[in-house]
């Protein structure tokens, strides 16, 4: 692969790294408890259900992903996978139907802390 074309797929890598952690932090944090208690109807303890679930989700799988790294020596897969599951999560959040998927939305985003550490 050429430098020029490694350097715009690590520019692309970088920019999704950012958006999604400016998209969690500016928009879903604020935004979940108005979300489920004027969508859902949700009680305050659900609430902090989803918005501990990020955290879970990545305090469960950072150990795992860091197995993986350690395993194949490359983070580059490691990191696009985790991109993929923040955008999947942010996606699940947004098209919700129940208050359940909120919770599996905010899950699977908690797969990104694994880039964070």
């Known amino acids: 692969m050429e430098l020029a074309t490694k350097k715009k797929l690590t520019g692309v890598v970088t920019f999704l790294f950012f958006l999604c952690g ?3 932090y500016a928009i879903i944090l604020p935004s979940l408890w108005p979300y489920l208690d004027l969508k859902f109807h949700s009680t305050r303890w ?3 259900i989803c918005f501990a679930a990020f955290s879970v989700s ?3 799988f950072s150990p795992v992903f860091g197995y993986w790294s350690d395993r194949i020596q490359i983070a580059k897969p490691i990191v696009i996978f985790c991109n993929v599951f923040e955008i ?3 996606l699940v959040y947004f098209s919700s139907q129940s208050q359940y998927m909120v919770l599996v939305g905010r899950l699977l985003s908690g797969l990104y802390i694994y880039i964070c550490t």
């Open 58 to 60: 990545g305090l469960i």
């Open 22 to 24: 400016g998209i969690e």
């Open 46 to 48: 659900f609430y902090g």
């Open 88 to 90: 999947a999560g942010n």
